[in-house]
């Protein structure tokens, strides 16, 4: 089956402090993959997206890129913010919308001024 | 309203009770979706719906659980006789079109069976 695995969190960082968030996945075709984030007392909103294979997403200084080879989409930013405190979500869809999304088991994120 | 809206918030009820929560999508989304979260874990599909077309509750993890969606815009999801192992947070969330992979979510229902 499909399945997507994070890093455990919770991570804590200074800000300006480098992030990566660990993300791998299973799946059974060439799925698109994607990580979602949600702010506290908001719902699940979509950071970025790759749909193949070395495609990088990339919004808001986030970035990951999409590694067939490792079957891996971590999540990465050069200098966090206080605000990009969230939980973090990897998410991978075989049929290439938001149909059917596995989810990983999220990552809380905590940025301290 | 802007977003994906979702009622209750928050619900506790007592084993065995029935309990309906809303889903208000984005206006003009055709596609809707309902996730359950429990705790520790990540969001599992339940069902999805789109247009007028059936809808696929390959997700839904038992009869007790059924969703509808009138008119094509809001939809309720129904857990009859609840039981412990129900208690999540239930979130919907809609998009623009079937193939479009930005979905918008809401911000859930915490459901809590006592």
């Known amino acids: 089956g499909n399945s997507v695995t994070q890093m455990e969190g919770p991570v804590t960082l200074s800000e300006e402090a480098f992030l990566t968030i660990n993300c791998t996945y299973t799946a059974t075709g060439y799925p698109s993959l994607f990580w979602y984030v949600q702010y506290p007392g908001e719902g699940l909103q979509l950071l970025l997206k790759a749909t193949k294979a070395d495609d990088k997403g990339s919004n808001k200084g986030f970035e990951a890129t999409y590694r067939k080879e490792t079957t891996s989409f971590h999540l990465e930013k050069g200098s966090v913010q206080v605000s990009d405190s969230a939980v973090y979500f990897c998410a991978l869809s075989l049929s290439g919308s938001a149909r059917q999304l596995t989810f990983g088991s999220g990552t809380q994120l905590t940025v301290l001024p | 309203g802007a977003g994906v809206s979702q009622s209750p918030s928050n619900k506790v009820t007592e084993k065995g009770k029935d309990v309906e929560l809303r889903c208000d999508p984005i206006s003009g989304h055709t596609a809707l979706y309902w996730y359950r979260q429990s705790l520790g874990q990540g969001l599992e599909f339940l069902i999805y719906f789109q247009g007028n077309s059936a809808p696929d509750k390959s997700g839904l993890p038992s009869d007790r659980f059924s969703a509808e969606r009138t008119g094509g815009s809001v939809s309720t999801l129904t857990i009859q006789r609840t039981q412990q192992e129900d208690s999540a947070v239930y979130l919907c969330?809609?998009?623009?079109?079937?193939?479009?992979?930005?979905?918008?979510f809401g911000q859930g229902t915490r459901l809590t069976v006592v």
């Open positions: 969330a809609s998009s623009l079109v079937t193939g479009s992979t930005e979905a918008f």
